[in-house]
């Protein structure tokens, strides 16, 4: 028996008749009201000590957390590089989107159902492979071409390529550089990963390129019955069509 328990049945035997010679019989015919328990002492403030303690134990869960991810996403015998293009794409599109948005003047313009129709298959082994993934994000950059071009009619063909390489170009800089970042806050920009991405970072632009000397009209005339990428010339799809 506690203490606690000693000093209840001690407190209630002087409060109720005794009707026995059994200890326990007080308890037993007290009524609750008639007993005072004593307050349970409620630690409410902590030590320095402690509250170093506290810090480094929610550090350390914090920590087990985030490795936790790391080995979901990017550890071994995990489609690390799979993970990582599809942070490159989203934060690519995501950036494209608001900038065509902005031009469009229409708040509910998406590029993610032509995106997602265009080079692979969701599934496919190779669908977020670097070659996969930059045919995507360029589709998505330049489908808008043909419609500005039509909004800028009094600009040369020169001047309204020149104006709309400047509007997508820092656009595209800002999703992959925040991807990139993204990538670096998990610290999962290594290895493998850090080079499928910048392989595919460096394909993009080389693809932007190509779709600039095309359409500018300086494109290899053999290249010219081969299509540059997929769906190069698709209008953007507006959300409700």
């Not at 506290?54 to 979901?72: C, G, I, P, R, V």
């Not at 392989?199 to 299509?227: G, Y």
């Not at 190069?232 to 069509?241: C, I, L």
């Amino acid at each position: 028996m506690s203490t606690q328990n000693i000093s209840l049945s001690n407190a209630s035997s002087n409060l109720a008749p005794k009707t026995s010679n059994n200890k326990n019989s007080a308890i037993g015919d007290t009524k609750p009201a008639e007993v005072e328990a004593k307050p349970t002492d409620v630690k409410t403030k902590f030590t320095e000590e402690e509250k170093v303690e506290f810090t480094k134990q929610a550090e350390a869960t914090a920590l087990a957390n985030k490795k936790s991810l790391l080995d979901t996403m990017f550890g071994k015998n995990t489609k690390a590089d799979s993970n990582a293009m599809r942070i490159l794409a989203q934060e690519t599109t995501i950036a494209i989107e608001d900038i065509l948005k902005k031009e469009l003047g229409d708040d509910s313009f998406s590029l993610q159902k032509l995106v997602d129709k265009t080079s692979g298959i969701k599934g496919q082994e190779d669908y977020w492979s670097s070659e996969k993934t930059s045919d995507r994000i360029i589709t998505g950059a330049t489908s808008y071409f043909e419609t500005f071009k039509e909004k800028n009619a009094s600009l040369s063909n020169e001047e309204v390529v020149d104006k709309y390489m400047n509007l997508i170009t820092p656009a595209l800089k800002k999703g992959m550089g925040e991807a990139v970042d993204i990538l670096k806050g998990f610290n999962a920009f290594e290895g493998g990963v850090k080079e499928t991405v910048e392989t595919t970072q460096k394909l993009v632009f080389e693809k932007l390129e190509a779709f600039r000397e095309k359409m500018l009209n300086i494109d290899k005339p053999q290249a010219e019955d081969k299509p540059l990428f997929e769906d190069t010339s698709a209008k953007p799809e507006v959300a409700g069509e």
